[in-house]
């Protein structure tokens, strides 16, 4: 099924469609929503019920192919006319030239979106909106309230409380603190990534105009390497500690090795939290929260903000399409109240308009939780190639388990090479950061 899916994206240029003989519009459209490839047929169908001069012939590949498969699309023959991308990774393709805005849409719905409207923001570029934000995507940290409840341990409202109940688990019981999983892209990575977004926060840099697309030049702080590298030593501690799972090298085993109560937490896509409820099927009750932030943080904000992991996966509309002004209506349909409703119904995702509601309390917390994403935003416009990613984590998994001499300095600037490198094949060049940085010693004292 993907590979058929994979071809017909493939052979998707807009140049042979259009208008066909019979005067019906005819729009490709492809998801990367294999699990939902069903409902999103029917509301197609649906739409084209209401609007039966236009055909919708949606198509879909996996969400870890889906980056490539465009960019061939492009070489090949066009990308569809409405796809599904991330609003954190399309910088390429808009300066590329290969996006439509939606700016009529934004300026116009902007009041219906949660947070004034900041996911629609996150998608803007140059003075132009190119997203429509169909729903959030981001990581929770799931806990098995059941054991918590039994054990005496409360929900961790700061990262030094999660360290000390990590702690307390491996010596009160046989079980792992947190479910993750490997490869690059994997939860296991997000620990160490989330230990550096907080550095980049408490520092001032996520706040600097060079972080946006992710090109800052941190050659004249080299103070801010140094905690990037104790950072990196903090998550091996954490790793030879035992708080987070070693051996599942997919998301699956991870999801086994919680639903199994082999340990008290998960970190946890919102998007898979119903196959994951109805596979525990009440034989415990959970809990969620977000990956907590280092105290020094909560004093300084006088309120908890913390960094979550994610983004918002939005309708895109391409700018060879020969029917911008269907697409655009087929894009306004799905973001619809009505078939936002539904979508958050039956596939229990986080919507972004105002007026959808969620009936279980898992889901209202999730809202609550992913409101967070986009606070410190990135879009690099430059791409971290998968050869480099995996190089990367291969390093970072030596240095993990001991094979590899390097220290945790030598790495971090291995990795930033890495990606000068690839910045530089973009035809790119560093940024100069701009703020002056907040590096005092007692403010990352969470690192020790």
């Not at 003989?21 to 459209?29: C, I």
């Not at 989330?194 to 050659?219: E, H, M």
């Not at 940085?437 to 020790?448: F, R």
Request: aromatic residues 12%; hydrophobic residues 35%; contains cysteine.
């Amino acid at each position: 099924m993907l590979l058929a899916s994979f071809v017909s994206l493939v052979g998707c240029g807009n140049s042979n469609l259009g208008t066909r003989g019979d005067g019906k519009v005819t729009l490709k459209f492809t998801h990367m929503w294999p699990e939902h490839a069903q409902l999103m047929k029917q509301l197609c169908q649906e739409y084209s019920a209401k609007n039966p001069n236009v055909v919708i012939q949606p198509a879909y590949v996996q969400y870890d192919q889906m980056e490539n498969t465009l960019k061939s699309s492009i070489v090949s023959g066009g990308l569809p006319d409405v796809f599904i991308f991330w609003s954190n990774a399309f910088s390429s393709f808009a300066k590329g030239g290969h996006l439509a805005d939606i700016d009529q849409y934004a300026l116009a719905e902007k009041d219906n979106f949660v947070n004034d409207g900041f996911c629609l923001e996150d998608g803007k570029i140059d003075g132009h909106y190119y997203a429509a934000p169909f729903r959030a995507s981001g990581y929770c940290l799931v806990y098995n309230k059941t054991i918590f409840e039994k054990n005496g341990w409360q929900e961790p409202t700061t990262l030094e409380e999660l360290e000390a109940l990590c702690a307390r688990i491996t010596k009160e019981t046989a079980l792992t603190p947190l479910a993750v999983y490997g490869t690059s892209s994997g939860t296991m990575m997000q620990v160490k990534s989330t230990f550096d977004a907080y550095v980049d926060i408490i520092s001032g840099l996520a706040s600097d105009p060079s972080y946006i697309n992710g090109r800052q030049d941190t050659q004249n702080y080299p103070q801010l390497r140094e905690l990037y590298a104790t950072a990196l030593e903090k998550y091996k501690s954490w790793y030879d500690s035992g708080y987070f799972t070693k051996s599942p090298a997919t998301k699956d085993n991870a999801r086994k090795e919680f639903t199994n109560n082999n340990t008290a937490m998960i970190i946890f896509n919102n998007n898979n939290l119903g196959d994951l409820i109805k596979e525990i099927n009440g034989a415990f009750e959970v809990g969620l929260i977000s990956f907590p932030a280092p105290q020094v943080v909560v004093d300084s904000n006088g309120a908890m903000k913390n960094y979550t992991n994610g983004t918002f996966d939005s309708l895109f509309i391409s700018k060879d399409t020969e029917n911008y002004e269907e697409a655009l209506k087929f894009v306004e349909y799905l973001m619809s109240d009505e078939v936002q409703q539904r979508w958050a119904k039956e596939t229990t995702s986080v919507s972004l308009k105002k007026a959808v509601t969620y009936e279980s309390e898992e889901q209202i917390r999730v809202a609550e939780i992913l409101s967070q994403i986009g606070s410190y935003p990135q879009k690099r416009d430059f791409t971290l190639t998968s050869a480099m990613s995996t190089k990367n984590y291969q390093m970072i998994l030596n240095y993990l388990n001991g094979s590899s001499s390097d220290t945790a300095l030598e790495i971090i600037t291995t990795a930033q090479e890495n990606a000068k490198i690839c910045v530089e094949d973009a035809g790119l060049s560093l940024v100069p950061i701009e703020k002056e940085l907040d590096l005092a010693e007692e403010k990352y004292e969470w690192l020790n």
